[in-house]
């Protein structure tokens, strides 16, 4: 069984600068989140997504973070302008409807903020 | 509001010996806890969890944990560590009522020879 696809595995950008990270869960997921992981810290939760509807993004800055699940499957996470604070991992996760406990995560991406 | 707090922040231990990573949260209501462990340059993978049943729970590469509610704590213990145990851990905690995974600091790892 194939697991969570993420790329790209790293970026390097400068400030004010725009990035996209796209993220492909496991086969009949419903179930998406993505996380941001600064370094020495533990994942915070961005979005949450079921099927193709946000459940929660209360935790999203939205001033310039976005995302969009579309179809329901695969997922963009989106920050424009990137500032040096962005700089962190982003991890995809995705878990089964009926099994919401059991999170699979990706590899992440790896942002620097120059 | 739901938190998780891991007590130690780095924990050296030579290879063949016992281990413990601390790890209390505090919730107003029933929880979900989990512990994942991640390599370097690696996505977190599930080491074990508790949802319900035994307090005593038993996962992947011989960890266990034991969840005391009394104690609001889930410590994740290992009887003899390898080389290959070196990585990051963090635990996490779900409350009943959401589906919010919060994470906590997590604790470094570093099995000696």
């Known amino acids: 069984e194939a697991g969570v696809a993420q790329s790209p595995r790293y970026k390097i950008i400068e400030k004010r600068q725009s990035v996209a990270f796209w993220c492909n869960p496991i086969?009949?997921?419903?179930?998406l989140y993505w996380y941001q992981q600064i370094l020495g810290q533990g994942p915070k939760l961005l979005i949450q997504?079921?099927?193709?509807?946000?459940?929660?993004d209360s935790q999203l800055p939205k001033d310039r973070f976005s995302a969009e699940r579309l179809k329901g499957v695969d997922s963009t996470l989106k920050i424009q302008p990137a500032k040096l604070e962005d700089s962190a991992v982003y991890l995809c996760?995705?878990?089964?409807?009926?099994?919401?406990?059991?999170?699979?995560f990706g590899e992440g991406s790896r942002l620097t903020v120059l | 509001a739901q938190s998780v707090t891991q007590l130690d922040s780095q924990v050296p231990v030579f290879e063949e010996a016992p281990v413990e990573l601390r790890c209390n949260y505090s919730?107003?209501?029933?929880?979900?806890l989990f512990w994942y462990v991640q390599y370097p340059n690696q996505g977190l993978q599930l080491l074990l969890k508790?949802?319900?049943?035994?307090?005593l729970v038993k996962g992947i590469n011989g960890f266990e944990a034991e969840f005391n509610k009394s104690q609001t704590s889930f410590h994740l213990r290992k009887p003899s560590v390898h080389i290959s145990d070196t990585a990051e851990y963090f635990c996490?905690?779900?409350?009943?009522?959401?589906?919010?995974?919060?994470f906590g600091a997590g604790t470094r790892l570093t099995v000696k020879p």
């Open positions: 996490a905690v779900i409350m009943y009522n959401n589906n919010d995974m919060r």
């Open positions: 919730s107003s209501v029933s929880v979900y």
């Open positions: 997504f079921q099927n193709n509807g946000v459940v929660d």
């Open positions: 508790y949802l319900s049943g035994s307090t």
């Open positions: 086969s009949g997921h419903a179930t």
């Open positions: 996760a995705s878990s089964q409807f009926s099994r919401l406990r059991e999170l699979f």
